[in-house]
């Protein structure tokens, strides 16, 4: 199973949601109560979550939540900025950072799963200018970079 890489407690929860807030504000959307609900089960997780297993979650509270609903919330979320969805392992995880909308870069371990979280935004610049320089104007960048975490070397 994935090791938790930042334990986020409830007080760190409150933030997170108060934070996803006025986000939502400044953009002009609105954090929807089943939308706050995903992000706030996400934030329960201890790593990257797959779509069905929140549904199933979200599915002992509610019976409405059917896999259209959550897949349109966790879209939002991850429009947003306020959750990303790791590709290669198809599933998603709260933003650790709060909202890194433009650019990411994941950790993952191979072996256990642990996806960290970095707050790319410097890492990500020279990408980003030398993209300019060919004429791309780059909105997000997502990068997932696969390999063994600490842990799992010093077990091995
Ligand atoms: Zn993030
Ligand atoms: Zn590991």
Not at 53 to 81: C, N, S, W
């Amino acid at each position: 199973m994935a090791v938790m890489a930042h334990d986020h407690s409830a007080h760190d929860r409150a933030h997170h949601i108060a934070e996803a807030e006025r986000i939502c504000a400044a953009a002009s959307e609105s954090l929807t109560p089943l939308r706050r609900r995903v992000l706030e089960i996400l934030l329960d997780q201890t790593g990257p979550a797959k779509a069905y297993d929140l549904l199933h979650l979200l599915d002992t509270e509610t019976t409405q939540a059917k896999p259209p609903t959550i897949y349109r919330a966790l879209d939002f979320l991850v429009r947003m900025g306020l959750a990303h969805r790791i590709e290669s392992l198809n599933a998603f995880v709260a933003c650790d950072v709060g909202a890194c909308a433009r650019s990411t870069i994941f950790l993952i371990c191979e072996k256990c799963g642990a996806a960290e979280e970095f707050d790319a935004g410097h890492a990500l610049v020279d990408l980003a200018d030398a993209a300019k320089r060919d004429g791309f104007a780059i909105k997000r960048t997502m990068i997932e970079a696969s390999g063994l975490c600490a842990t799992c070397q010093r077990a091995a």
